[in-house]
T-cell receptor, first 109, second 114 residues
Framework: KNQVEQSPQSLIILEGKNCTLQ??????????LRWYKQDTGRGPVSLTI?????NTKSNGRYTATLDADTKQSSLHITASQLSDSASYIC????????FGAGTRLTVKP | DGGITQSPKYLFRKEGQNVTLSCEQN?????MYWYRQDPGQGLRLIYY???????QKGDIAEGYSVSREKKESFPLTVTSAQKNPTAFYLC?????????????FGPGTRLTVL
């Protein structure tokens, strides 16, 4: 069983709308949690990183939250743009990095 | 431009052949990594290297080999022993190997076995 579970697997929204992606993990002990954006056919690019003591981190229209007690994180995208269409990957570090399978987001005009 | 490059972008291989994927970085990073990405799964670590002339097996090293003769280069060979090599391969590098070091990824190589 994967130690990092992401939901939904895929999501379609209209341009300008907001959305929230979820990440649940069982990795322990926990060091940090990252969200990456991966465009189709490209390598992932880091969006945010949070340690266990942080519960929110923003990067422009992207805001990540972390609840270390419930082992849940979310990535909120505000005022979506067509360029936000990509896969979003949650990665939890506990010595090794454990990757979620990603959420495929499609933003339509 | 500083960065991490992979070549080729697409690679086709016949069954039974070995093939080598290139990964180069000019970020002066000490650590380099190879991952495999399959649809519906998270990235899985194949091999990593923390220093020149040293490397360690990751979670799925069987059927793969690597070398680290130069700091800038970390080529991956997919051997004929790899049962299901068709996948997207990602190389990454980081300044160090502590838990807070960010990994920077290359653009990937898509390998298809015919």
């Amino acid at each position: 069983k994967n130690q990092v579970e992401q939901s939904p697997q895929s999501l379609i929204i209209l341009e300008g709308k907001n959305c929230t992606l979820q990440c649940n993990y069982t990795v322990s002990p926990f060091s940090n949690l990252r969200w990456y954006k991966q465009d189709t056919g490209r390598g992932p690019v880091s969006l945010t990183i949070m340690t266990f003591s942080e519960n929110t981190k923003s990067n422009g229209r992207y805001t990540a939250t972390l609840d270390a007690d419930t082992k849940q994180s979310s990535l909120h995208i505000t005022a979506s743009q067509l360029s936000d269409s990509a896969s979003y990957i949650c990665v939890v570090s506990e010595g090794d990095m454990r990757f979620g399978a990603g959420t495929r987001l499609t933003v339509k005009p | 431009d500083g960065g991490i490059t992979q070549s080729p972008k697409y690679l086709f291989r016949k069954e039974g052949q070995n093939v080598t994927l290139s990964c180069e970085q000019n970020l002066n990073h000490d650590a380099m990594y190879w991952y495999r990405q399959d649809p519906g799964q998270g990235l899985r670590l194949i091999y990593y290297s923390q220093i020149v002339n040293d490397f360690q097996k990751g979670d799925i090293a069987e059927g793969y080999s690597v070398s680290r003769e130069k700091k800038e280069s970390f080529p991956l060979t997919v051997t004929s022993a790899q049962k299901n090599p068709t996948a997207f391969y990602l190389c990454a590098s980081s300044m160090g190997t502590t838990l807070y070091n960010e990994q920077f990824f290359g653009p990937g190589t898509r390998l298809t076995v015919l």
